[in-house]
């Protein structure tokens, strides 16, 4: 009969110590990050950089957003308010709804 042993899972292996930065912290953060970080396309990165919204600087051959700029566009970022958009749509549901209850 044989025994099949299982070996240690990975996770019970020591990872290298590597401190994690706060994004606040850095100078710069990779085109990706910033995205991922704004909720937004890496277009639309590119985009607010054409209007000036943000800066990005090449280093190493890599596209990075400065965090100065990225911290000044979330800053600067408007309250949400609900639009009007919809509401004479709704109201005219209504209005034939009720028309339709009306005998």
Excluded: C
């Amino acid at each position: 009969m044989t025994v099949h042993t299982v070996a240690p899972a990975r996770a019970d292996r020591k990872k290298s110590a590597k401190p994690e930065i706060p994004w606040r912290q850095r100078p710069f953060l990779p085109l990706m990050t910033a995205a991922e970080l704004l909720g937004l396309s890496p277009s639309s990165l590119y985009r607010m950089e054409s209007e000036g919204r943000l800066t990005f600087n090449k280093l190493g051959g890599r596209t990075l957003v400065t965090v100065d700029s990225l911290v000044k566009l979330i800053d600067a970022a408007d309250l949400w308010t609900p639009s009007g958009r919809g509401s004479a749509a709704r109201a005219k549901r209504q209005e034939r709804a009720r028309a339709g209850w009306v005998s």
